[in-house]
């Protein structure tokens, strides 16, 4: 079942996403209930789903957590059959973690969480491409340098969440890591791009 992590991976990040914490300042809630006439954060939830759903959904992403968990290989990453896919398929999983609460370093799952941000970071290389393995000169379908801009992107996306959920210690590690993947995601966007249309985007590594 280990080939499809990838994909449970980004359903369990989906799934997760709807388990957003209701609960807000009473500042904003007063704002919020102004602007949109809402009644209260309870009201809004049962309007999505009933008490009875929510339920089934935070237990149904609690197992599909719990089997992510399992499937941690000794590097840190979560697996995957192909290491072209990595970073990014470890990204997403941790996303989906932090979806449902969990953060590194605390709670049931804190150590894993830490150990996989860890190899997020290791995959970073000199020029701060979030990739785990070196991009080949020339495009090739299903290697690093067609994969690289996934892996970098979601990736990237990952640590900026991690970034506004940890302390200042791990800030300075991670804010450096950002800032170079920051420059690498620049140049790839300014490269001189094979077609007008796509001037100003991002597309692959040389296949720009």
């Known amino acids: 079942m280990r080939?499809?992590?990838?994909?449970?991976?980004?359903?369990?990040?989906?799934?997760?996403?709807?388990?957003?914490?209701?609960?807000?300042?009473?500042?904003?809630?007063?704002?919020?209930?102004?602007?949109?006439?809402?009644?209260?954060d309870?009201?809004?939830?049962?309007?999505?789903?009933?008490?009875?759903?929510?339920?089934?959904?935070?237990?149904?992403?609690?197992?599909?957590?719990?089997?992510?968990?399992?499937?941690?290989d000794r590097d840190g990453s979560f697996h995957s059959n192909r290491r072209s896919g990595q970073p990014g398929i470890t990204a997403?999983?941790?996303?989906?973690?932090?979806?449902?609460?969990?953060?590194?370093?605390a709670g049931a799952y804190g150590q894993q969480l830490e150990r996989a941000v860890d190899y997020v970071l290791s995959c970073q290389r000199e020029d701060g491409l979030l990739c785990h393995d070196p991009p080949a000169p020339v495009w090739q379908m299903r290697r690093a340098s067609h994969t690289s801009s996934y892996n970098h992107a979601i990736a990237g996306v990952m640590l900026g969440e991690i970034y506004g959920m940890t302390g200042d210690g791990e800030n300075r590690r991670l804010a450096s890591s950002i800032e170079k993947a920051l420059v690498w995601s620049r140049k790839l966007q300014t490269n001189k791009k094979?077609?007008?249309?796509?001037?100003?985007?991002?597309?692959?590594?040389?296949?720009?």
């Open 194 to 208: 094979i077609r007008e249309i796509d001037e100003g985007g991002v597309r692959y590594l040389h296949h720009n």
């Open 42 to 72: 309870a009201q809004l939830r049962t309007d999505i789903l009933n008490e009875v759903q929510w339920l089934k959904v935070d237990e149904a992403v609690d197992q599909g957590l719990a089997w992510i968990a399992r499937q941690q």
């Open 3 to 40: 080939e499809y992590l990838s994909v449970c991976g980004v359903a369990s990040l989906a799934i997760a996403s709807l388990t957003f914490d209701c609960s807000m300042s009473d500042t904003k809630a007063e704002s919020i209930e102004s602007d949109l006439s809402l009644s209260s």
């Open 92 to 105: 997403l999983c941790l996303m989906a973690f932090l979806s449902r609460g969990h953060q590194p370093g």
